[in-house]
């Protein structure tokens, strides 16, 4: 071992590979590798000079904020920071799954083979997008166990949204326009969210979602361009989705206790009355389009504030279904629970197998 | 950590030959092959790569940013590592 110079590279030594982080993103890059003897030794060669110092963890924390960097997993954080991410960031994942529930209803009904596949494919994705955001909560210490847990025994919240039921196809349309509508308003504030994961998730998911909603205001221009039937099917659609959709933005700023400490720590970087208050304005004129009416009779425009008057939605049924009250509560949560339950032989089997060519034991380290 | 949904992989993937790997999440899988397969359906269903790795998280060794300053200290102060350190004459060209 004295004689390092007649070692070959590769022989003892084990090829590491190295990355970097750029601007919240992790990068590979392909070409670098360097040669240790384990792992602890691959980091302590760049590692040439630590100094023991007398760090603030707080103050850092706050720079980072103010300079609008990022958070990432490893970084110190307050506990409530930590909390409340878990929170906002399960529930969120939660409504992501849940939300393939009043959707997955049509799938069998769609009325064409074309609308078919694009309800499928716009399913699939809200899988997708509650799959990215609970591996960015897990990234705060939490398990996928934990977080579902909480979820199957009514303890999680997720969206009031999805305990609406899907009664007709424009429903579909309805949801694909207003509720993806509004979830995408909220979703490109979060992706300049302070916590890394969070908002390279909500990157990812912003991209997708344009989707989503383009497809169900297409549904919403066949039927309101349709038949009188057709038309009033749409208009019955927005009536009935209209006011859940304004609560998706959460309670008003006034009584939404969670609002000040998420602006603060810029998780959220708007007010729910701010983005309700966008939903109505981006909204409006695309029902005029359709020909349809926004059940709301004190809606006007208001020329100083360069935007609409709209009315409150019925802060008391919020609440409600929020407790568990609404229309599908139980029969969400019980679609979800008989889902994890029957899918629970196709988990222990794959665990077998992978025990069986003995890759899980090396895995699980 | 691994639970009933078995452990966590990072995903790196390649958008075009040529290009470095970029990491673009995580997801659970129970074994390389799962992993793989989970990989394609989550993260390139529309045509985001050409190619995917998957690494046991487990497998990740990361640099504590509490050490970020020292750790990155030594490239500091070596700017003969950049081209612009040196002096070339204006009469040559392609340099
Ligand atoms: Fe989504
Ligand atoms: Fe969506």
Request: with cysteine.
């Amino acid at each position: 071992m004295n004689d390092r110079d007649s070692m070959k590279p590769g022989d003892l030594l084990l090829p590491v590979k190295s990355f970097c982080r750029l601007s919240g993103q992790i990068i590979a890059p392909l070409s670098f590798e360097i040669h240790a003897f384990s792992v602890k030794f691959a980091y302590s060669l760049t590692r040439s000079a630590y100094m023991e110092q007398n760090i603030n963890f707080e103050d850092i924390f706050e720079s980072k904020l103010a300079k609008n960097d990022f958070i990432e997993p490893k970084d110190w954080m307050p506990d409530n920071y930590r909390k409340h991410l878990i929170r906002q960031i399960s529930q969120h994942a939660h409504s992501e799954i849940v939300g393939m529930l009043p959707e997955g209803n049509w799938i069998t009904r769609a009325p064409s083979l074309r609308s078919k596949i694009v309800l499928l494919a716009k399913v699939q994705d809200e899988g997708g997008h509650g799959l990215y955001l609970y591996t960015a909560a897990e990234t705060l210490g939490v398990s996928r166990d934990e977080l579902l847990d909480a979820l199957h025994t009514g303890k999680a919240k997720y969206s009031s949204i999805f305990n609406y039921p899907t009664l007709t196809w424009a429903d579909v349309g309805a949801i694909g326009w207003l509720v993806d509508g509004a979830a995408i308003m909220n979703q490109v504030m979060l992706q300049r969210s302070s916590y890394g994961p969070y908002s390279r998730a909500m990157v990812r998911i912003c991209k997708e979602e344009s989707f989503h909603q383009r497809q169900g205001y297409e549904i919403m221009t066949h039927l309101a361009f349709g038949t009188p039937e057709q038309k009033q099917m749409a208009q019955d659609a927005l009536n009935r989705w209209w006011y859940p959709t304004m609560m998706m933005f959460g309670p008003p700023d006034k009584d939404s206790p969670n609002s000040e400490n998420a602006i603060k720590w810029r998780i959220k970087r708007e007010t729910n009355d701010q983005l309700r208050q966008r939903f109505v304005n981006q909204t409006v004129p695309q029902a005029e389009y359709l020909g349809l009416t926004v059940p709301d009779e004190k809606l006007t425009w208001n020329e100083a504030k360069q935007g609409y008057d709209f009315s409150e939605p019925d802060w008391v049924e919020f609440k409600n279904v929020i407790n568990g009250n609404g229309p599908c509560n139980k029969q969400r949560l019980k679609a979800r629970n008989d889902a994890h339950k029957n899918g629970a032989w196709v988990r222990e089997a794959a665990a077998a197998y992978a025990k069986k060519k003995g890759e899980s034991t090396a895995v699980a380290a | 950590m691994s639970d009933s949904q078995g452990p966590v992989w990072e995903v790196f993937v390649q958008r075009k030959s040529g290009q470095p790997f970029v990491h673009c999440g995580s997801l659970h899988a129970f074994d390389k092959e799962m992993a793989l397969q989970n990989a394609r359906d989550l993260y390139t269903r529309r045509g985001e790569g050409m190619a995917l790795w998957v690494v046991p998280s487990s497998a990740i060794v990361a640099s504590s940013p509490e050490d970020m300053g020292p750790f990155f200290e030594p490239a500091n102060d070596k700017v003969y590592r950049h081209p612009t350190f040196y002096q070339i004459p204006d009469a040559i060209k392609h340099m």
